[in-house]
């Protein structure tokens, strides 16, 4: 039987983010996703001769942008580089990268807070630039011709788009370790602007490399790289798979091979791809048609001037400015939208902790059931705040305010007219309570009769009768406090 506390998994990951410019990294043909099949290329992409790559500038400003919000060093000479390999969508049989002066060095990290509240800093060793290949479409590939039978498609939309590829430390140890660590690498990149993460259409995604050894043995295991998984939960799932198969080989004599492995998410394991490439198999050389890259200090400088308020300081921010718990604040700040429609809610005076809870809660169901996310909500920050008014002034009890949400969810614009019109103000008037509550025990005389001889639950059943004849109208507190005081004072005199 495995003895898995006895093992120690160390582990790196390699993100490619594709980056949010309008055209490829040497190209100006779009990178627009969802386009027909080879309908955004143009000659450089097919590698048509006589063709010349020319740089993107906002590129290579995106990159800096990443490697400033970090703390990394930002080489002031970034060259690039030919990696050659031949795969079908590959036209050039080699893709522009960065191999010997990446662009974004050392000294850069990214902190996560584990399940155990320790801090731990996972060191960036280097991002670099590099494109895209095209895709392979080997399902529902419809072929020009008659014969489709074991045919497959490529597609160049692709080719060319602009990557940045971030390179971590092995220093995580755990599946769950790795998923915070893209967590948090996802919030950064869509807080920065550079990627819109979207993690299904390919615009996030992660290699990790994964190896096993003894908790007493200083030396590093043999690494294995599992492919393009596109989801934190793929993520989990393979990794977890990986070392246990690992750990399985080794506790039976049997040797792990350097490899890259996919990852079945049909059967939950990953398979063997091929044997591991090593950087001379690439036989990587400067690109003879791109000049080195000069990046002057003060073009650094200037981009460190303008970047947005990170997801660490927001999260501080939010709890000491506005009080919330770390749990409430973390949610908030996983999404750069989300946040500023938090802010935006409050700056109507409404109470931060009120805010966040319909934030979190009827909002968050009602956008995760509809598949929308909060920029494609249909309540505003300024209808969602008239609403809440409405709650903390007691004009609207939670029941009925959550009536009126679902209202505004469908088109609702006038919050207060709805109100008067379908006559949904809480009753507050502690006569008009007083009347309710004497109604209720006058109509139900076997039920007080009980309540007075010692039945006590009973008054839950007083509440309900109550609430039910106001339409879930009466203010819960005051409806508990007079009913409590007309029963003691029949229970003293029976």
Partial sequence: MSNVNAWQAVIGVE?????????????????????????????????????????????????????VSIGAEIAPETVFARKHYFYPDLPKGY??????????????????????????????????LEEDAGKLLHEDFQASTSQTKDCSGIDLNRAGVPLLEIVSEPELASAKEVVLYTKALHTLVTYLNICDGNMQEGSF???????????????????????????????????????????????????????????DPKLNETRSLRAKETAGDYRYFPDPDLCPVHISSEWIESIANELPELPEAKHQRFQTQYGLS?????????????????????????APKLAVNWINGELAAALNESNREIAESPISAQKLATLLRRVEDNTLSTTIAKTVFVELWEGLE?????????????????????????????????????YLQGKVKLFGFFIGQAMQRSQGRCHPEQLNQILQKKLHYMASSH
């Fill in 326 to 350: 770390a749990y409430d604040s973390q949610i908030l700040v996983s999404n750069r939208a989300l946040a500023d429609y938090f802010e935006a809610v409050v700056s109507y005076e409404i």
């Fill in 205 to 263: 995604r992660c290699d990790v490399n994964v190896s096993v050894r003894k908790k007493d043995n200083p030396t590093l295991g043999t690494r294995v790289e599992i492919k393009n998984l596109n989801s934190f939960r793929f993520i989990e799932k393979a990794i977890n798979f990986e070392i246990a198969r690992q750990i399985q080989l080794l506790e039976s004599n049997q040797p792990v091979f350097l490899e890259t492995r996919l990852f």
């Fill in 95 to 128: 893709q522009i990268s960065q191999h010997d002066k990446p662009i974004v060095g050392t000294k850069g990290l990214i902190t996560i807070e584990t399940a155990e509240n320790i801090f731990k800093k996972i060191h960036i060793t280097r991002a670099h």
């Fill in 15 to 67: 993100t490619h983010i594709q980056l949010r410019t309008q055209s490829k990294l040497f190209s100006g043909a779009s990178t627009a996703y969802g386009a027909l099949p080879n309908t955004q290329v143009c000659a450089l992409d097919l590698a048509m001769p006589g063709t010349l790559p020319v740089l993107n500038k906002e590129a290579v400003r995106m990159a800096i942008i990443f490697g």
């Fill in 414 to 450: 006038l919050v207060d007219t709805f109100i008067q019109q379908k006559n949904l103000a809480q009753l507050t008037n502690n006569s008009d309570i007083e009347h309710l509550v004497d109604e209720v025990l006058k109509d139900n005389p076997q039920q007080l009769e009980q």
